[in-house]
């Protein structure tokens, strides 16, 4: 290695040294004000005062930079798959979708929702008007029988006047 070389690659790596405590100061100045903030964005933010500095820095270099430095921000867990597609039972037609719904009680449409606990899931069975949007009938249980979804029917039912 010739002198030159050693000096311009000590040179070199000084200036890396200055360059990722200044990144890295912005990103931290970043981060107190929004700590969930992905890399890319991240990125996008500082950059403006990175070129005022003379630091150039790319997507890559920046995501090591972090990676170096445990200051990755982790994906979230993904919930909870709900729909099973492939269970071999009838399905039925949606006769509601082409429906036109004038009026209160003329037509209820239900759905379930999960609810994680910590004992684990509650399951919601809501039923609701169509036209006014107000739910009518509702039931929590501890499983996805039909029984909750027939006790929140049940309910929206006795809610119903005489002449619907």
Known sequence: MTRQNYYKQRM???RLTVDEKLVLELIR???SYMPRLGCRKLLYLVQPELEVAGVMIGRDR????LRRHNMLIERP????RTTYSRHGFAVYPNRAKDMQVTGP??????DIT???????FMYLSLVMDAFSRKIVGFDSSDTLEMDGVMRAGAQAIKQL????
Not at 105 to 110: G, P, W
Not at 161 to 164: D, H
């Open 77 to 80: 867990k993904r919930g909870v």
């Open 105 to 110: 009680h003329q037509l209820l449409v239900s």
């Open 12 to 14: 070199i790596r000084e």
């Open 161 to 164: 006047p005489s002449e619907a």
């Open 29 to 31: 100045k970043e981060r």
């Open 114 to 120: 999960y609810i994680r606990t910590d004992e684990g």
């Open 62 to 65: 920046f995501f090591a930079l």
